[in-house]
């Protein structure tokens, strides 16, 4: 079907207060979606994000003999099929927008006998696969991708799964969260030991999570990589699960209210876990005022209430180091730094370069079109704030998003700290992690009389 793009103008608006809950999680919501479909017996879920990516999983692990439907009260329960058990799907699986989809599902895939054809949109075929088929091709499975720019391996494609399949022991080339839970997932209907060595640490919710259905998990250190060892076929056991707010959601309105004169806002039951938590430390490092209310746990996650008042910020050079504990808010943070006093330096940020957009590209020519001062390197970006003074907005342009839910909801941000306002191209990407990020924005910030 072709893609009909909805255009939004963001005005400058008056100061965030009050308190709001931000969504699930969504790398939670996906994973505890698959790991319910692998265990025997009924999961429940509460808190999933019902967005269009957490939907698209659930539509595929249904189309895979897993049973899940949604109560009433917004409670969804699981009938896992058990490890081993999926079912070969009678048409494609559609993974939308979702490169957690694509990627957690064929390593899901890759050790079952079955062979299933995976589809995405624009956005998503073209992105790169091959970051799982060269391990998941080591384990026994094989693929026929289509051929992507610069000789790279895209949907739609073709996955035979192996069965059984071979236990590897796979050293991620790149920090990627999504590669290292393929591995895993596909190790779990693999018999012996597979072995994921991470040289540098990304969210570990798979980690947590496969403990928490009873999976064989070692993970040691060594040489500063953490090396995670999966024990193959165990009987998962069905959980009760709650999934806490999605810290990168929080993110948008983290910064929005750090901008915008006057705001007092608290953001109730935002994930803190420390690999997804770097924006926080980054943006106290520039000045912000962000407290942490009543830290607690929630479904084997660290969470805490967030109140966040105006503050100036200032620029500063971000430590690569803190790049994967916050890859997806460096869009809302280059806001952010594009109205802080002097310059903030971001180096790191290759992998920026393969999500649902090149987020350094589609972010150096959103912050130019609204009269911010930004060059792009290769890795990074460097920007010039403004020091408070509003972003001038777009005039007669509008903002290209390339199907990027984060560039819209980040440039909705500056809009809010602009003067005339910022006119985004499409705003119905935003449904695939944030569905009620408009009405929120408009709850929480009224508009000038
Ligand atoms: O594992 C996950 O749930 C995710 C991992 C990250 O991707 P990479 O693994 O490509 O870094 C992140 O950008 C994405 O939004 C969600
Ligand atoms: C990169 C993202 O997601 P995905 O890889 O699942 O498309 C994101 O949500 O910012």
């Known amino acids: ?28 919501s996906h994973r505890s979606l698959i790991l319910g479909a692998m265990a025997v017996g009924e999961t429940r879920v509460s808190g999933l994000l019902e967005g ?29 099929v058990g490890v ?14 979702s490169g957690t989809s694509a990627r957690l599902l064929m390593g899901l895939v890759a050790s079952h006998g079955i062979t299933v054809s995976f589809t995405g949109d624009a956005s998503l075929s073209k992105r790169p696969m091959g970051r799982v088929i060269d391990p998941l091709s080591l384990m026994g499975a094989s693929f026929t991708a289509s051929p992507g ?28 969260a999504q590669v290292k839970s393929a591995v895993l997932l596909a190790g779990l209907n693999t018999p012996g030991i597979t072995t994921v060595i991470e040289p540098v640490p990304t969210r570990d919710h798979s ?18 990589a953490r090396i995670i060892r999966l024990t193959g076929q165990p009987e998962l056991q069905p959980q009760d699960l709650t999934v806490p707010g999605d810290p990168s959601s929080a993110a948008f309105f983290i910064v929005a209210a750090t901008l915008v004169e006057g705001s007092d806002l608290t953001i109730r039951n935002v994930g803190m876990n420390p690999t997804r938590a770097g924006l926080v430390g980054v943006l106290r490092a520039m000045g912000a005022d962000i407290e942490e209310l009543e830290p607690r ?33 460096f869009p809302v943070l280059f806001v952010a730094a594009a109205l802080a006093e002097g ?23 959103a912050l130019e079109a609204v009269g911010a001062r930004v060059e792009e390197s290769e890795d990074g970006l460097t920007i010039h704030g403004t020091g408070g003074e509003p972003l ?10 390339h199907l990027d839910h984060r560039i819209a909801m980040s440039m909705a941000v500056a809009g809010l700290a602009s003067r005339d306002g910022v006119e985004v191209d499409d705003v119905s990407p935003i449904a695939t992690s944030f569905p009620r990020f408009e009405s929120m924005l408009s709850a929480v910030t009224p508009r000038p009389a």
């Open 149 to 176: 720019a610069n000789g790279t391996q895209c949907f739609p494609l073709m996955l035979e799964g192996a069965h059984p399949a071979v236990p590897i022991t796979y050293r991620l080339p790149m920090p990627s």
């Open 1 to 28: 079907m072709p893609h009909t793009p909805s255009p939004q103008t963001f005005r400058p608006a008056g100061p965030l207060r009050g308190s709001i809950a931000v969504p699930g999680d969504k790398s939670i």
């Open 343 to 365: 310059t903030t330096l971001t180096r790191g940020l290759d992998e920026l370069r393969v999500k649902e957009s090149d987020r350094l590209a589609t972010m150096a020519a």
């Open 207 to 224: 980690e947590r999570m496969l403990r928490g259905f009873g999976a064989q998990l070692d993970i040691t250190e060594e040489d500063g």
């Open 52 to 80: 269009e990516d957490v939907l698209a999983t659930a539509a595929a692990l249904r189309a895979m003999g897993a049973d899940i439907t949604r109560e009433d009260d917004g409670t969804w329960h699981v009938h896992g």
């Open 392 to 401: 001038r907005g777009t005039a007669n342009a509008r903002i290209k998003t």
């Open 84 to 97: 081993g058990g999926l079912l070969q799907p009678a048409s494609a699986i559609d993974c939308g927008n």
């Open 297 to 329: 746990e929630v479904g084997g996650e660290p969470v805490a209430d967030l109140r966040v008042r105006h503050a100036a910020l200032k620029g500063i050079e971000v430590d690569p180091a803190v790049v994967p504990s916050m890859v997806d808010e």
